[in-house]
């Protein structure tokens, strides 16, 4: 038997429900890491940056830094580190916030490869399963009953089932790249908060000669 032989067979065997249900399940996984990275991002921020880029110009270090204590974010995290390190000078200061950007930048890029991923790749999934229909369609219409062979409108039927598996996998996609583009402009609008503030914990020890 061909290859081409075996494979026909085995796409009219198998057919394109398993690719509906893997999109579905695609579906209630995106869904799920959409939600939880739009809760995570709205408990890892910290709203008030502005005042605490005024403490910081204004000098008062230990105000800030009172500001942030026990808060969780990148924002808050890198500014009490950069805090921590004023003593040592603006040198080491800067080596900390580099440091503390690249550590805990990590939490907030959780799980955006997937829904990138998914975006990317969910309509062609789709496409695949349409593919499969259509072969499956065609494959009826030449072997099979009197019904099948009733015309053209025997195989539009099955070809507009089969487009439904793209129609999906499109429909799985938007909300996963709209999350991917969103939630990366977010994470850039943090860590550029980030930088704001310990540069400017950099800038008031430059500023003080130390």
Known sequence: MRLTDSVFQLFTTVGAE??????????????????????FFSRNRIPDA??????????????????VQGRVGLEA??????????????AAVEEVIAGSITHHRQPYERYLSFLGTLG???????LFG????????????????DAMKAGASAVMS?????????AVGIFVAIPAVVAFNGYNRW??????????LGH???AHLKSEGK
Do not use: H, Y
């Open 130 to 145: 349409t593919v499969i229909g259509i072969i499956d369609a065609f494959a009826k219409l030449a072997v099979g009953t």
């Open 77 to 90: 995290e890198v500014l009490a580190a950069a805090i921590d390190a004023a003593p040592k000078g603006p």
């Open 120 to 126: 990317n790749n969910a309509p062609f999934v789709g």
């Open 158 to 166: 099955g070809i507009s089932e089969a487009l439904v598996a793209t």
């Open 50 to 67: 502005g005042r605490l880029l005024s403490l910081i110009a204004a000098g008062k270090l230990d105000e800030a830094r009172a500001a």
């Open 200 to 202: 400017a914990v950099v």
């Open 18 to 39: 398993w690719v509906m249900w893997l999109l579905s399940a695609l579906s209630v996984v995106s869904g799920a890491v959409i939600v939880e990275r739009l809760l």
């Open 187 to 196: 994470l850039k609008t943090i860590t550029a908060r980030t930088n704001a």
